[in-house]
């Protein structure tokens, strides 16, 4: 199994522009998650799905949008890229909800910069 | 708001030594606790999830003190591959989310 796999690994952004940051995972799990980490801060929730076709916001939504086509796939989405979303972004995974103290997995990170 | 609080370190402990650290989080309903591994530059990985008993992998003891909102993390017999930043996980309760503390670096010296 590849597990969690993000790309691309680094991008520069020039501000107003756009890109999709892609995730996969191959372990069929229903939970799929999308995080910024700012340096020497927490990684923040962006947006999270429990399934195929089902979204919802986390603590830090605004200038990013998501979507859920398939199980496997979990696209983030920047539009008109501003300074303020440079960060690492992580995807991770996992098979049962936190709430069953279930292991997320996540991916080796997006490194993004947005000059 | 809600909060996760660590001290960011570093600590700097000899190898071999026993090593702990807390963790306070300000929401009553937090309902789950982890403590999660993160080695620079790299991704996040699930270190042990805290039990409300208590819990013990090899080396790792962790617990939670529901009363007093905090939940530690205790590290015997240090090795220098102990060094990476432990990130203190904790679930609000009723959500799907996880909220992080920003993390303790820990160093491991020979």
């Known amino acids: 199994n590849a597990g969690v796999t993000q790309t691309p690994k680094f991008r520069i952004l020039k501000i107003g522009q756009s890109m999709t940051l892609q995730c996969a995972q191959d372990?069929?799990?229903?939970?799929m998650y999308w995080y910024r980490q700012d340096p020497g801060m927490g990684l923040k929730l962006i947006y999270y799905?429990?399934?195929?076709?089902?979204?919802d916001k986390g603590e830090v939504p605004n200038g990013y949008n998501v979507s859920r086509s398939t199980t496997e796939d979990f696209p983030l989405r920047l539009e008109l890229a501003a300074p303020s979303q440079t960060s690492v972004y992580f995807c991770?995974?996992?098979?049962?909800?936190?709430?069953?103290?279930?292991?997320?997995?996540f991916g080796p990170g997006t490194r993004l910069t947005v000059l | 708001r809600k909060e996760v609080e660590q001290d960011p370190g570093p600590f700097n402990v000899p190898e071999g030594a026993t090593v702990a650290f807390n963790c306070t989080y300000s929401?009553?309903?937090?309902?789950?606790f982890f403590w999660y591994r993160q080695d620079c530059r790299k991704e996040p990985k699930l270190l042990m999830s805290?039990?409300?008993s208590g819990n013990e992998d090899g080396r790792f003891t962790a617990q939670l003190n529901r009363a007093s909102q905090y939940i530690s993390l205790l590290i015997r017999d240090s090795k220098l591959s102990d060094s990476a930043t432990y990130l203190c996980?904790?679930?609000?309760?009723?959500?799907?989310?996880?909220?992080f503390g920003k993390g303790t670096h820990l160093i491991i010296q020979p």
């Open positions: 805290v039990y409300s």
């Open positions: 991770a995974s996992s098979y049962l909800p936190p709430r069953w103290l279930n292991e997320q997995f």
């Open positions: 799905s429990v399934g195929a076709g089902i979204t």
């Open positions: 929401n009553s309903a937090s309902q789950s």
């Open positions: 996980v904790v679930r609000e309760g009723g959500a799907d989310g996880l909220t």
């Open positions: 372990m069929n799990h229903n939970y």
